[in-house]
């Protein structure tokens, strides 16, 4: 039974200490690994088992892996395999290269040993709190196997794909948030250049942020075709369209009269559109 899985758990850092925390009452138990022996005492004192080494983890059927680097991750996958048994699954949770879990789980695979990775989002306070979400890729399988522990620290547990899938996933959300990073950049010089409170916009968006949701409250789309009439997202899209349009050349007009340059909405502009799958205003004329 799942609940009679050994867990393990390597690196006990910002992220890997509150998810760690969150397995500690584990039926199974968790035998945890971190280089600083003092990153490892609140954990024992709440009952995990303290490793001396990474070799000591590969006992675990389920080893969570929670390091700085790709580096690091083969390093530590490297040590486990050698040491683990049949059957051993190895969780990669830290955001590397898109390609490292794939090649490791192709390269253990003839050992029996599964490498899947499962990136998390959600930050500090959520690892806190058990409500991350992580982006699992393994085989059918294997996430079965996953899906039960990992709820104790996440409360999402999507199942994105083979092996790699999961890095995938977490790249193209982050891709999403340091974007949009950029677009404030841009929204605090126009503002800034304007003559307005920066603090006062900051506390207008994070208001209006709460009740439209933001970019999340957009994405309910299976695949990026361009959207035909009837489609039960087209109207919504082509309303969100012309707003946008209509808000970003008046942003880009007050831009012009106080000199500043906004590369990013320029290209907003540009690519809402075909962004949304919907057509240009002037295309509907």
């Known amino acids: 039974m799942s609940e009679q899985l050994r867990l393990g758990y390597i690196g006990l850092g910002n992220m890997g200490t509150p998810m760690a925390k969150k397995m500690v009452e584990w039926p199974g138990g968790l035998t945890i690994y971190d280089i600083r022996a003092e990153a490892m005492t609140p954990l024992a004192e709440r009952g995990a088992l303290l490793a001396d080494s990474v070799a000591d983890v590969a006992a675990a059927d389920i080893i969570s892996v929670t390091v700085l680097n790709d580096e690091q991750v083969r390093k530590v996958v490297d040590e486990l395999a050698s040491h683990a ?7 990669i949770h830290s955001t590397i290269s898109d390609t490292t879990a794939e090649e490791l789980a192709r390269e253990l695979g003839p050992q029996d040993i599964h490498v899947i990775d499962a990136p998390v989002s959600g930050g500090t306070r959520a690892a806190r709190f058990g409500q991350l979400a992580t982006m699992v890729g393994a085989s059918d399988e294997v ?9 104790h620290w996440a409360e999402l547990v999507v199942h994105a794909g083979p ?12 891709m999403l948030t340091f974007t949009e990073y950029a677009a404030v950049g841009e929204a605090w ?3 800034e250049a304007a003559g307005l409170n920066l603090q006062d916009l900051g506390n207008v968006v994070r208001h209006t942020d709460k009740l439209t949701g933001g970019a999340g409250s957009i994405m309910f789309r299976e695949d990026t075709k361009d959207l035909e009439p009837g489609h039960f997202l087209y109207d919504g899209f082509t309303h969100a369209r012309g707003l946008g349009e209509k ?7 007050l831009a012009d009269s106080v000199s500043v340059d ?9 690519r809402l559109a075909p962004g949304l ?5 002037e295309e509907e004329s």
């Not at 092996?163 to 982050?174: D, F, I, V």
């Not at 906004?262 to 540009?270: D, F, G, T, V």
């Not at 799958?277 to 205003?281: I, K, Q």
């Open 85 to 91: 048994k049949p059957g051993t699954i190895i969780a």
């Open 143 to 151: 996430f079965a196997r996953v899906k039960e522990p990992f709820s």
């Open 163 to 174: 092996p790699g899938a999961g890095t995938r996933m977490k790249l193209a959300r982050n």
């Open 189 to 191: 010089k126009l503002a």
């Open 247 to 253: 808000d970003l050349s008046l942003a880009l007009a």
């Open 262 to 270: 906004l590369p990013l909405a320029r290209l907003a502009l540009e």
């Open 277 to 281: 799958g919907v057509p240009h205003t």
